[in-house]
């Protein structure tokens, strides 16, 4: 039986390249075949990343079919993954977030979590001298994870690890980091053929404050004037997709890579009472600047108040 | 703060030895002072290699308190953790059992679930060439953490990892395999002290099959017979072990390592029926022969049915 490997419902470049990095060390060195799909449509990166490198796109599938075997990548949230995953064949989980716990496996596997800002930082350190047979698409991949994740270094999940191993990637591949990833950032704020239905969704997660449900939703972009000028469509839709999806809210932080910062919308109180409670912030219009918030994981979670 | 590093709450070699292990590691190669704790007594063999090695019994413990670094070694499962140990701030978990759900964290975490036979053999993967630092009696300590796990290689959960690892540990500190497990299993094996209550709960899991809960119970011995003498005595303590701990039935394996074969006491038609459907054995008395089988996990606990 062929393997899938995948990341989550909401393909970022993380969640695209990682399993197309997993699928390519399972198939050529353990010897097991596997073959990397995608549980949603990936975002713009994550496609100029497949078409910079020419790697074909993954077959997007909405589900597995009992027994068969799967790789979990980038995620260990159920609800990030199909409603079935539990009665999959779990063979292996690779992921760089907190524990959230709902996944169980029938025996023993193979599970490796790390503090680092990138899935692909982990496979690198897991795959060890193999790196050499790998090609150079797929280190090209293992390079655009990285530089995604961290924000080409400025986030604060970046560790001195996830830095190495791209500075090895780059030099391997003969590829300027800044350059690149400008390529990289450009292609993630071009964001003008989604909706404000789609944007509010793209990259975003549900989280539990006081009892009331939030959708946290962060775009990063090199482009915020672009979502910005979109603001009042974006408040306009939040209280349809808050609903359709069972949150009370949606908080949307538009983060500016280049400058550092992020501007969080305030649609109504209740926004307002979350950016004041939780950083300390001064809001007196519809929008408030956060300077240095780069990070959901690090900066915005783990702060929430309501 | 200093970390408490800690398996389950019945303490046997391997959970009585990683955490000694781990907390050498985290203290004198990472930098954070840690210390082994137990959750419980340990039992007759890991009290031996404590001994043996020259190692302080670890402070045992019956509670974390919130907000406590904590390192969870060789389980996922909070059932066999203190109750409050969500609360604690949980910064890794080495393991080698199915994930079972139900611990979270607040951030991401380092995570390590290989399906070794022994938690202490992906420790001497993590440490990599740091071994080489190692005191003598923490790397006696590892041995008899995976010559116990891998009851000396019989175990079929034994892999090329866990005998590479022990032969190499074996050779470096001038110990001869078989003499010293002998000595080992021969301290297992003396549960003269031991009450059958404490025999029923020494080593033993819970285990749901067909919404019954059944205390799975495994008893490692050279001298079955010892334990087989007070079979009646065993028996006839089930039913109030059972009822305190919240399962419907007790069942008992008496595993003989030497021979490589489990007898199963069956105290009533429900035994039975799990014996006869599970093992496809031919019940006739109060106790079956169950040849071949050494491992709950690999061979007991994924072929239950009642």
New interface residues.
Partial sequence: MTTLVFGHKSPDTDSTGSPIIWAWYMSEIMGTPAKAVLLGEPNTEALFMLDHWKLDKPEIITDVEAGQDVVIVDTNNPAELPDTINDAN?TA?ID????????????????????LACTATIMWKMIGKDIAQMPSNVKGAMLTCILSDTLEFRSPTTTQEDKAIAWSLAEDLEVDIPTYAAQMFAAKSDVSSFSEAELLRMDSKEYEIAGKQFRISVLETTSPEAILSRKAELMAAMPAVAQEDGADQVLLFVVDILNEEATMLIPNELSKTVAEKSFDAKVTGDTVVLPGIMSR??QII?FLKV
Same sequence: chains 1, 2.
């Fill in positions: 779990i989980i760089h977030h907190k524990l959230v716990g709902g996944l169980e496996t029938a025996g023993p596997i193979t599970i490796r979590i790390e503090p994981k690090k783990p």
